[in-house]
């Protein structure tokens, strides 16, 4: 059975507190999203904003292989006609192939939001929902508050969209629009309409009680066709339910068909692709998108899935494009370093594996932690192997901060490094320690190592641990690199001084970078 998928991430998603997107940032996910095999895509309101406007202007250029795009506004206005309202002449003006109008099926809302009568706002319903449909739209009627109404007064809230169905709504979707309700309730109320209605039915779910997804998939369960959501959940408050999460669930754990294989697997960089164009960080925990919902940390864990994948995962995470992760700590066994290895292109031993796993757990119980450090794990299982040679070799380092009348604070750092038998002892000035020794190594490297200059710090983290112990606290620092061609890695250091932490971490960084090449 084919699932209807409609977006509402250019409407809904927008209305997430932090995200405002440009009309040019829409069009970009709007041809993402029907790369991707999304049906509907909910532009925006047109009688809300010049911005939402334009859209639905310029959306009309796009060659869209299969998406329809929907224009979003409310029934006429209490009272009024219903050729002159300006939200349905609004939504004509659009010129979209599909309509969508959301109307009242609270009694709660008609009397205290609406002020009008229970009799007027069935009116509006079906007249606005007619005059669509005699203009040749597909229209989605969307009943705002049904799952609360119902519960407050099923005779009315079924009357509402009765209303929207006798005006010829192509599908009736029910929204739980302040997200209280709860996965049985919802199966339950969706089997009610279904069966007094005869008309198809939709889902469109918040998350305020942590309950989109589930109540979404509840819907369908009941006999719904077509679902609604946003890229990544993004919405009012904490949020609608998410695609992301929905679509996985529909066509790999109940047997719905939503888009082809090949687009599912498309799915993570889906998600990637819509955080960057809304500015978002990339939620790492989200469900079968998110970069850390297929790392796996601890070592009886790693051990059972280099037996078998399937004993720690729920699916296959290639089947939506993500990827297994292990991940190294003091919580790592053997199978860890090794499966970890593999990953960098290192061959370890069984021996080998356990002497990095003992030094791991040395050091992390010193401060250093290696999640989120990368670099400096793969640096620790290469010098692990007979016949490693660093490009480079500390002797020794010193760090000056001052503070000069006329000058300021400044700091400045010699550096005496060792490359092939060579010593190389440099000075440099910086505003900060951390950037004196920054300069300082590159002018003792780059002579000998002139593909530094690519080499660039893009983050710097410091954390005190066990801050009860004042100024004698142990200092992690980690050190985020990129190199020109946009690669990234992360190195760690800590120590009780955190010129000596960055120093570790900064060391880290180069010596990953030349050994890399």
């Known amino acids: 059975m084919k699932i209807q998928l409609y977006d509402t991430t250019l409407r809904d998603g927008t209305q997430s507190e932090g995200i405002s997107l440009s009309v040019n940032d829409k069009l970009k996910i709007t041809k993402r999203l029907d790369d991707f095999g999304i049906n509907y895509i909910e532009g925006g309101w047109p009688g809300s904003n010049p911005k939402d406007v334009e859209y639905f202007e310029r959306v009309r250029d796009l060659d869209l292989k299969q998406a329809k795009i929907a224009a979003f506004g409310s029934t006429r206005r209490k009272n009024s006609d219903v050729e002159s309202d300006p939200n349905i002449k609004a939504l004509v003006d659009a010129q979209t192939p599909v309509v969508t109008v959301v109307g009242k099926s609270s009694d709660l809302h008609v009397r205290d939001v609406l002020e009008t009568t229970p009799k007027e706002n069935l009116?509006?319903?079906?007249?606005?929902?007619?005059?669509?449909?005699?203009?040749?739209?597909?229209?989605?009627?969307?009943?705002?508050?049904?799952?609360?109404?119902?519960?407050?007064?099923?005779?009315?809230?079924?009357?509402?969209?009765?209303?929207?169905?006798?005006?010829?709504?192509?599908?009736?979707?029910?929204?739980?629009?302040?997200?209280?309700?709860?996965?049985?309730?919802?199966?339950?109320?969706?089997?009610?309409?279904?069966?007094?209605t005869g008309t198809p039915v939709g889902v469109h779910t918040h998350d305020d009680g942590g309950n989109g997804v589930a109540n979404s998939l509840a819907g369908i369960r009941a006999g719904a066709v077509h679902v609604q959501g946003t890229i990544n959940g993004y919405g009012e408050r904490v949020g609608n339910a998410n695609l992301c999460t929905i679509i996985p669930n529909l066509q790999l754990k109940m047997g719905y068909e939503c888009v082809s294989e090949e687009n599912l697997k498309a799915l993570s960089k889906l998600s990637h692709y819509v955080a960057e164009i809304a500015n978002q960080p990339q939620n790492p925990y989200l469900p079968f998108v998110g970069k850390k919902a297929f790392a796996h940390k601890g070592g009886i864990h790693v051990a059972a899935i280099l037996k078998n994948e399937d004993s720690y995962q729920h699916i296959d995470p290639t089947l939506v494009g993500n990827k297994?992760?292990?991940?190294?700590?003091?919580?790592?066994?053997?199978?860890?370093?090794?499966?970890?290895?593999?990953e960098f292109g290192i061959e370890v031993t069984s021996d080998k594996a356990r002497q990095v796993v003992e030094q791991i757990k040395g050091l992390e119980a010193q401060g250093f932690t290696f999640e989120g450090a990368g670099a400096s794990a793969q640096l620790l299982m290469e010098r692990a192997e007979e016949g490693y040679k660093a490009p480079f070799e500390l002797i020794d380092f010193m760090v000056i901060v001052e503070s000069r009348q006329g000058r300021g604070v400044f700091a400045e750092a010699t550096v005496k490094v060792e490359v092939d038998g060579k010593t190389f002892h440099t000075a440099a000035e910086g505003n900060g320690p951390v950037n004196a020794l920054n300069k300082a190594l590159r002018k003792a490297l780059e002579g000998s190592y002139p593909r530094l200059a690519e080499i660039h710090l893009s983050d710097y983290k410091v954390r005190i641990l066990d801050s009860e112990s004042g100024t004698e606290a142990i200092t992690r620092v980690l050190i985020d690199t990129k190199n020109g061609d946009n690669s990234r890695w992360s190195t760690v250091g800590a120590s009780t001084n955190i010129i000596e932490a960055s120093w570790l971490a900064l060391a880290d960084s180069m010596e990953y970078a030349l050994q890399k090449e």
């Open 123 to 196: 009116a509006m319903i079906e007249e606005s929902v007619a005059y669509l449909k005699g203009l040749g739209k597909e229209v989605v009627y969307d009943a705002e508050h049904f799952f609360d109404g119902y519960k407050a007064n099923p005779e009315y809230a079924l009357a509402t969209v009765q209303a929207a169905a006798r005006g010829g709504a192509d599908i009736l979707v029910l929204c739980e629009t302040n997200g209280g309700s709860l996965p049985w309730e919802v199966e339950e109320i969706v089997k009610a309409v279904i069966e007094k």
């Open 324 to 342: 297994r992760r292990t991940l190294v700590s003091e919580l790592s066994g053997r199978g860890n370093i090794i499966d970890k290895a593999k």
